[in-house]
């Protein structure tokens, strides 16, 4: 199979010739035709999430069909379509696992970061964490909801259902998801880009959004929420300022640049600071549901494997419009 490697922290992934590996007991080989890249691939590729195997195959919005089923695996089929997220498998004995919050398990491993991804034409993986996908949406569509969506929406639901007024730090893939699903649930969407990042603000509105201003601005009212995709830790007193008494601001990424100080004036009046860490099965199956009847149209800008390193090196640069998606069954 092809597949793009990382052999190094810091240094372009090589798309290299690999024996195609087959399943183990409760896995599933699948053959890929689709891996959505995230902003949490960036971090892995340039060393800031800094214990990934190695050599490793990144990419963790993996889409794809059963090809082989291995020993003790129900519930799937050859030829089922199914996702491969970010969460592969936890420990389901600690107290985390067996209290719904095995997102949070000290011994979970992650997809395309302790276990090889979806950039490659043939990937295995536990079939407990993996799941069926909704119809409707082509493979390079649906990548982004594997991720993006996922940790989109459990930030929505720290976010807490009374936050009617939202604001989103960082409008890209995910929060071009999200402020879809806030329209469906009848909530404002105040959009925050880089300044002058003209292309954000217009899919902002176009989605539906309220306002769509630069992430210095402070909005034109204040917000019940704001969620942080943009991984700039300045961000946080800013967001801060602009939500209401009694808001949260909630920071969905896994890495994120240190914090500024700020004052205690900005936080007091009982707002609230929270991060997101991962996500869980239930959440998949919940939004995974959700998508059709809202329903979630992706925006995608396709890539070959080869392509790969450009898709990474745009999304550094924030020059991707939606979301990035590797074709792997040469669409």
Same mark, same amino acid.
């Given at each position: 199979?092809?597949?793009?490697?990382?052999?190094?922290?810091?240094?372009?992934?090589?798309?290299?010739?690999?024996?195609?590996?087959?399943?183990?007991?409760?896995?599933?080989?699948?053959?890929?035709?689709?891996?959505?890249?995230?902003?949490?691939?960036?971090?892995?590729?340039?060393?800031?999430?800094?214990?990934?195997?190695?050599?490793?195959?990144?990419?963790?919005?993996?889409?794809?069909?059963?090809?082989?089923?291995?020993?003790?695996?129900?519930?799937?089929?050859?030829?089922?379509?199914?996702?491969?997220?970010?969460?592969?498998?936890?420990?389901?004995?600690? +107290?985390?696992?067996?209290?719904?919050?095995?997102?949070?398990? /000290?011994?979970?491993?992650?997809?395309? %970061?302790?276990?090889?991804?979806?950039?490659?034409?043939?990937?295995?993986?536990?079939?407990?964490?993996?799941?069926?996908?909704?119809?409707? %949406?082509?493979?390079?569509?649906?990548?982004?909801?594997?991720?993006?969506?996922? @940790?989109? %929406?459990?930030?929505?639901?720290?976010?807490?259902?009374?936050?009617?007024?939202?604001?989103?730090?960082?409008?890209?893939?995910?929060?071009?998801?999200?402020?879809?699903?806030?329209?469906?649930?009848?909530?404002?969407?105040?959009?925050?880009?880089?300044p002058g990042d003209v292309s954000a603000?217009?899919?902002?509105?176009?989605?539906? +959004?309220?306002?769509?201003?630069?992430?210095?601005?402070?909005?034109p009212v204040p917000l019940d929420a704001a @969620?942080?995709?943009?991984?700039?830790?300045?961000?946080?007193?800013?967001?801060?300022?602009?939500?209401?008494?009694?808001?949260?601001?909630?920071?969905?990424?896994?890495?994120?640049?240190?914090?500024?100080?700020?004052?205690?004036?900005?936080?007091? =009046? =009982?707002? +609230?600071?929270?991060?997101?860490?991962?996500?869980?099965?239930?959440?998949?199956?919940?939004?995974? +549901?959700?998508?059709?009847?809202?329903?979630?149209?992706?925006?995608?800008?396709?890539?070959?494997?080869?392509?790969?390193?450009? /898709?990474?090196?745009?999304?550094?640069?924030?020059?991707?419009?939606?979301? /990035?998606?590797?074709?792997?069954?040469?669409?």
């Open positions: 199979m092809r597949a793009a490697v990382m052999e190094r922290a810091g240094q372009p992934l090589l798309v290299r010739e690999l024996e195609a590996p087959g399943p183990g007991p409760g896995q599933i080989g699948v053959r890929v035709s689709a891996c959505g890249v995230c902003r949490t691939d960036l971090h892995i590729v340039d060393g800031e999430l800094s214990e990934p195997k190695l050599p490793l195959v990144p990419g963790h919005q993996v889409v794809g069909v059963v090809a082989e089923i291995g020993e003790g695996v129900s519930g799937f089929s050859v030829g089922d379509r199914v996702g491969i997220p970010w969460l592969g498998a936890t420990c389901g004995t600690c +107290a985390f696992c067996t209290s719904g919050r095995e997102n949070l398990c /000290a011994q979970a491993r992650f997809t395309g %970061y302790h276990i090889d991804g979806g950039f490659a034409e043939y990937a295995v993986a536990d079939a407990r964490f993996c799941f069926p996908l909704p119809a409707g %949406y082509s493979d390079l569509n649906v990548a982004p909801l594997l991720c993006a969506g996922l @940790i989109g %929406y459990r930030a929505l639901g720290m976010a807490g259902d009374s936050a009617r007024r939202i604001g989103f730090y960082g409008f890209g893939s995910a929060a071009h998801i999200l402020a879809q699903v806030c329209r469906f649930q009848g909530r404002e969407v105040y959009a925050f880009t880089r603000k217009s899919l902002a509105l176009r989605l539906g +959004a309220s306002w769509a201003g630069d992430s210095q601005q402070l909005p @969620i942080l995709f943009a991984p700039d830790g300045a961000l946080v007193p800013l967001a801060l300022r602009a939500v209401e008494r009694g808001g949260s601001v909630v920071c969905a990424g896994i890495h994120m640049s240190d914090i500024p100080s700020f004052p205690y004036s900005i936080l007091w =009046e =009982e707002r +609230a600071l929270k991060s997101v860490a991962n996500l869980t099965r239930a959440d998949a199956r919940e939004f995974l +549901a959700l998508a059709p009847l809202v329903p979630i149209r992706t925006e995608v800008e396709v890539f070959s494997l080869e392509a790969l390193n450009d /898709a990474l090196a745009r999304l550094r640069a924030g020059r991707i419009n939606g979301s /990035a998606v590797v074709d792997l069954a040469g669409r």
